[in-house]
Structures are given as C-alpha cells and as structure tokens.
C-alpha cells in the first residue's frame, strides 16, 4: 500500500503541475484552457525527437522541449485567445479545445502513432523509501518541484508577479496604473506553457507515451485537481493534484487489487470530488463568493 | 499655454455617442473641476483622456501636443485617472497596491521611494495600514488608498473621479484638502464631483451636460452662481 501511496504522489504532482498552469491562466484570464496537456504534449515529443532521435544531449532535448511548449502558448495567445478575447467563454472554450486536438494531430502526423519511451533523465536502479520503490526519475520531479515552488512564491511577490495578480483582480485597475493587458496575457500564457512543458517532461520517461497522452489521460485528473484546490488557488491546485494522484492509486489498491472493482481509479477521484463540492463548493483553498 | 486642451472631443460606447464635442482647457498648476448630472458624460471625458476608451473625433492636445497612445504610454506622459469606484486591488495589500502604482517608474528605486514618502505624508494613515488588504479598508481609506496609487508615478494631471462619492462629509472635506495639498505640491488636478464643498478650493470649473461643457468659470463665480447650484447641487 505503501507503494501505491508513493506512486499517487509522484503521479499527483504531476496533475498538480498542470492544474498550476490551468488555475494561472483561470485566474488571469477567466478562460478554461483545454489546451494545457498538450504544451505538456509537444515538449516530450519535442525532446524525444532532440535526444532520442537526432541523438542530441539530454539538456538539448529539454531545452528544445520547453522553448517548443513556450513557443506554443505565446502562438496560442496571439492567434487563438487574443482575437477570441471579447467572444463568449463557449467559443473560447471551444476553440482551445481545437487547439489541443490540433497539437495532437500534429504529433501524430511528425511522429507515428506509436508508444514511445523516453529515457529517463538519469539511470539506474530503484531505490527503497517507505517500502516503495522509488526511481531516480522521480526524486528528480521532487527537486523540480522545489525549485518550481521557490521559484513561483518568489515570482509573485516580483513586480512582475504582482502585475500578473493585479490584473486578475481589476483588470481595469491594472491599466489605470499602466500595465499593459496584452504583456500580461503574454506572460501569463508563456508561464502556463513553460509549467505544461515541465509536466510533460517530468511524466514522459515514467512510462510509455503516445501522441495525445497528456491530454487524454492527464487533463481531467488536473481539472479535477483545479477545481478541488479551489479553480483560483496555485498552492491549492497542487495540492488539489497530490489529492487526486493519492486517491487515484488508493482507489486502485483497495477497490481494484483487493475487491476487483473495474475502474477503481476514476471512481476514486469522483468520489473525492464529489465529496468536496458537497462540504466546501468553493473548493479547498476558494473564497466563498 | 494650457497643459490640457481639448476641443470637439467625442467618444461614445460602441455605437452609441455619449460625448459631443468638449472643449475645455486645463491651464498648468491648476484646479479644475467637472461637474454635471449623473450620466452627462463625466466619467466618459476622463476615461477617453486616460486612453481607456478611443475617441472618435476631436482633438486632444497635452503639453501642446496631440495625445494618442495606449494607457501605458499616458500614464508614462504623467496622465493618470483614479478611476471612479477607486479600483484598489482588493486581494494585494496597501504597500503591494502603491508599489504597482509606481509600475511606469519602477526601475527608479530612488523615485518609488521618494514618491512613496510623499504619499505617506499625505495619507499617514496608508503607512499604518501598509500590511492591511486594500479590500478590507473604509471606503474613504479606499479613496486615500486609490489617490496614493495615482501619485506613485509622479504624475503630472492627476484625473480624479467622483473621490467623494460615498464618503461622510468629514472625509470628504480630508480628501479635498489632501487633493489640494496635492495640488499646491504643483500637480495639475481635474476632479469630477457633485459635491459643492469642492468649488471652494477650485481654480475652475466646467460644467457638463449631454456630452458637451456648457459652461466654464472660475470656481467661487461657479459656487455663488445659484442656477447651477440649483441644477448641480440640489442647494
Ligand atoms: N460601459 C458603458 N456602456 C454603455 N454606455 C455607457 C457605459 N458607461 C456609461 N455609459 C453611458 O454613457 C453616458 C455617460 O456616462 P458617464 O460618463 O458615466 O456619466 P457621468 O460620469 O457623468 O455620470 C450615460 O448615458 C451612460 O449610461
Ligand atoms: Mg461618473
């Protein structure tokens, strides 16, 4: 169990890093973006390409993968959210959702549709902590992780970040004081890019990956984990994706292995979810409005 | 030269115009004053000067030339509005509210710092409360807290919106006399109000109605002048 436990939380801060991303630009920008699995998505296959195909160095391939991400939600933001800026949230929820089927169908066109594996960042064997398993890969994503979270706490009480924050709060507040909305929402995309990117590495090389991996099986457990951690919070959506990965694999342990209950992992996270909306609606970390 | 002139100015929502043609002329130093019924177009003017809003005709002229640009660039020019319902951000604290007021000047730390003590000093009571969430401030706290923020970037026309508005006749009578303060510190000020008390301390003032200035005197002339009182004031 207690491997089943370890394996919930690497894999929940994974959907915990893409909720990030999600709640950064719900908070900024009011939209849902469907598209946050695949800047994840077009950076492993970016870095695969780099590393595993052209034979470049590993760093190249993250580099290359993260600068693919980067690029991807700046173009995103420019051709697809910025015109749709003023249409109602359907249409802009419509159309991101386009955008991540389009990125999907791209990856299969320059990659076949094949399983991959990416090499991890560093070999070698497991090692034993709380009687799991545990690969070098992932006590990787933990110092990732670190640095990410230092990294974030320290960004938001920058100028920058206070802008970023300030223009979710009054949009028309932020431009009487002379920040621009369109830097905002540049930077904001570019940010929620880079985190998907992140994700996408960190998950890549802990199993096989296809094209549309990051979408169809990481962006609802992320969603979900958006909206337990509260849809505005960042600590919360991070949270919020621990929960989810821990539940997801308690949930397969107990129902799965011991009770043979089909679909244990997402009857686990639904029930969690369920649970939470009905004691707190505004999520773990919301404000009550 | 005047530092504000605007002549024949229209801007409206969409396709529906709300301003007709201003006119009015800001002379440098001064006090000026908008005044007019709810819905004559005050806000709109200030919000079209702040570059919040596009005008669609006419022509404004600051320091003698035509102004055109984005909100930035204005701001940038030393034209900032404290838009009307103060517009605090509510979630970041008084002290991360004036830092963002300074964000045209923020890499000249001498000149936050300076700006900052000068708004301290007119508003002690926002360094007390510098750790305290802007939301969670009084109104008229608000008001000080939306005033400061506009002085941060060393402007040059301070626009300031209705600063009275909801406000006990105690605080209003400390916002005016911080905007005149502010004032004789040798920033220009245009203040849209409804409230008499503020004719006093004005150099001039515009009267506005269905989009257009329909009358402009001096501020006492203004006050003792008993049909705009009448129309403007109900006193
Ligand atoms: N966002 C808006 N959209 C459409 N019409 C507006 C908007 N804001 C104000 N108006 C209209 O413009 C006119 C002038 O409004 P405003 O400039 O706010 O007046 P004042 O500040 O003098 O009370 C009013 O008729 C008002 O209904
Ligand atoms: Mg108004």
Request: a positive charge; one cysteine or more; proline letters at 5%.
């Amino acid at each position: 169990m207690g491997a089943f436990f370890a394996l919930g939380l690497f894999q929940g801060a994974v959907y915990g890093l893409l909720a990030v991303g999600i709640v950064l630009v719900y908070k900024a920008k009011r939209v849902f973006n469907f598209a946050q699995g695949e800047f994840g998505g077009v950076a492993a296959f970016c870095a695969f390409g780099l590393t595993v195909a052209l034979g470049l160095p590993y760093w190249v391939g993250v580099v290359g993968g993260l600068a693919a991400a980067v690029a991807m939600g700046l173009v995103v933001e420019r051709v697809v959210v910025r015109p749709l800026e003023s249409s109602s949230r359907t249409i802009m929820l419509v159309a991101l959702v386009g955008v991540a089927l389009f990125a999907v169908a791209v990856t299969v066109l320059a990659a076949e549709p094949v399983p991959r594996v990416m090499p991890p960042i560093v070999e070698g064997g497991t090692v034993d902590i709380l009687g799991a398993g545990i690969l070098p890969q992932q006590l990787i994503l933990l110092a990732v992780l670190a640095v990410l979270a230092a990294a974030m706490a320290w960004f938001f009480k920058t100028d920058l970040g206070l802008a970023v924050l300030a223009s979710s709060q009054d949009l028309r507040a932020a431009q009487v004081v002379g920040i621009s909305p369109t830097a905002v929402s540049r930077l904001v995309w570019g940010l929620a890019a880079l985190l998907g990117g992140i994700a996408g590495l960190l998950y890549a090389p802990v199993g096989i990956f296809t094209p549309g991996f990051m979408t169809f099986t990481m962006l609802v457990p992320a969603f979900a984990a958006a909206v337990l951690g509260g849809m505005t919070s960042l600590p919360g959506a991070f949270i919020g994706g621990l929960a989810i990965g821990v539940v997801q694999n308690l949930g397969i342990y107990l129902l799965g292995q011991q009770l043979a209950v089909p679909g244990a992992a997402e009857l686990g996270v639904f029930a969690l979810l369920m649970l939470v909306l009905l004691i707190r609606p505004q999520g773990l970390f919301g404000k009550a409005v | 030269m005047p530092l504000l002139e605007v002549s024949n100015l229209r801007a409206g929502y969409g396709s529906v115009p709300v301003l007709h043609g201003v006119d009015m002329s800001v002379e440098e130093g001064s006090n000026a004053v908008l005044l007019g019924l709810n819905g004559a177009g005050k806000s709109t003017t200030l919000m079209t000067l702040a570059g919040l809003l596009p005008a669609t005709g006419g022509e404004i002229l600051y320091r003698g030339r035509p102004l055109t640009g984005p909100p930035s660039a204005r701001v940038r020019a030393g034209i900032v509005l404290v838009p009307e319902g103060r517009h605090v951000f509510p979630a970041l604290t008084v002290r991360q509210n004036l830092r963002l007021g300074a964000w045209t000047v923020r890499r000249d730390a001498r000149r936050v710092r300076q700006n900052l003590n000068d708004v301290h000093s007119i508003f002690p009571r926002l360094a007390e409360r510098a750790d305290q969430q802007a939301g969670t401030l009084s109104g008229g706290e608000q008001q000080m807290l939306a005033i400061g923020r506009g002085l941060m970037s060393s402007p040059r026309l301070l626009l300031i919106d209705e600063a009275s508005l909801g406000l006990s006749p105690k605080l209003t009578e400390q916002v005016f006399a911080a905007v005149q303060l502010i004032n004789q510190r040798g920033v220009t000020v245009l203040m849209v109000e409804q409230n008499a008390g503020v004719l006093a301390q004005a150099d001039t003032a515009f009267v506005m109605q269905q989009g257009r200035i329909t009358a402009t005197g001096s501020g006492s002339r203004t006050l003792e002048d008993e049909a705009v009182r009448a129309a403007y004031f109900g006193s």
